[in-house]
């Protein structure tokens, strides 16, 4: 079984419309961190959370830390918005290495 | 705004050769990184460097792969012997101060064995 699962794996929206990408994963965790990789391959930071909410622009990541479950939303998506987005997790029984999910491609329809 | 970087780019390379795949992390920062990622996989965790030496490492870090901070900006990750195999896109990040700051990632570089 896979620590970290994503879903959807693709997903293509209109212009304007809000976007809910989900990340599940199975251990214990001391942060989780949402990733975005741009068709080039270069991979930027975006959130990383260990409780509630953050917000940064059109973009809103939420955790549930007891239902191991982390959601990134998009609101008035763009299609500058289209990237692989990436959720990655922290295990408290591994240190500072990242576990990644498999990501999930958007794509964003003027 | 400071950023991780990484050269080159893209290195292709013939099978058994050894390559070196360079990086400069944020100027203050402590941690330092390497992950790889396969054409169409998961970006998957190689090594951790603190404090002059490997903290963590996965099991894809066999003895084909060494790193080193050669001097107080570079962070390098050797392939000694290349594999078809290790023909992936190589990202190095770093983080600050703490355990549990943000990581941040370099461009990457793309590394094609023939």
């Known amino acids: 079984k896979n620590e970290v699962e994503q879903s959807p794996q693709n997903l293509t929206a209109q212009e304007g419309e809000f976007i809910t990408i989900n990340c599940s994963y199975s251990?214990?965790?001391?942060?989780l961190h949402w990733l975005q990789q741009h068709p080039g391959g270069g991979i930027v930071s975006l959130f990383m959370l260990s409780s509630g909410k953050k917000k940064h622009g059109r973009l809103i990541a939420t955790i549930n830390i007891q239902e191991k479950h982390s959601s990134l939303h998009i609101t008035a998506s763009h299609p500058r918005d289209s990237a692989v987005y990436i959720c990655?997790?922290?295990?408290?029984?591994?240190?500072?290495?990242?576990?990644f999910g498999g990501g999930t491609r958007v794509l964003v329809k003027p | 705004e400071p950023e991780v970087t990484q050269t080159p780019s893209h290195q292709v390379t013939q099978m058994g050769q050894e390559v070196i795949l360079r990086c400069v992390p944020i100027s203050n920062h402590l941690y330092f990184y390497w992950y790889r990622q396969i054409l169409g996989q998961k970006v998957e965790f190689l090594v951790s460097f603190y404090n002059n030496e490997i903290s963590e490492k996965s099991e894809i870090f066999d003895d084909q792969f060494s790193v080193e901070r050669p001097d107080g900006s570079n962070f390098t990750l050797k392939i000694r012997s290349t594999k078809l195999e290790d023909s992936a896109m190589y990202f190095c990040?770093?983080?600050?101060?703490?355990?549990?700051?943000?990581?941040?990632f370099g461009p990457g570089t793309r590394l094609t064995v023939l």
């Open positions: 990655a997790v922290r295990s408290r029984a591994a240190g500072n290495k990242l576990t």
């Open positions: 251990v214990g965790i001391s942060a």
């Open positions: 990040a770093s983080s600050g101060q703490g355990v549990g700051d943000t990581q941040y």
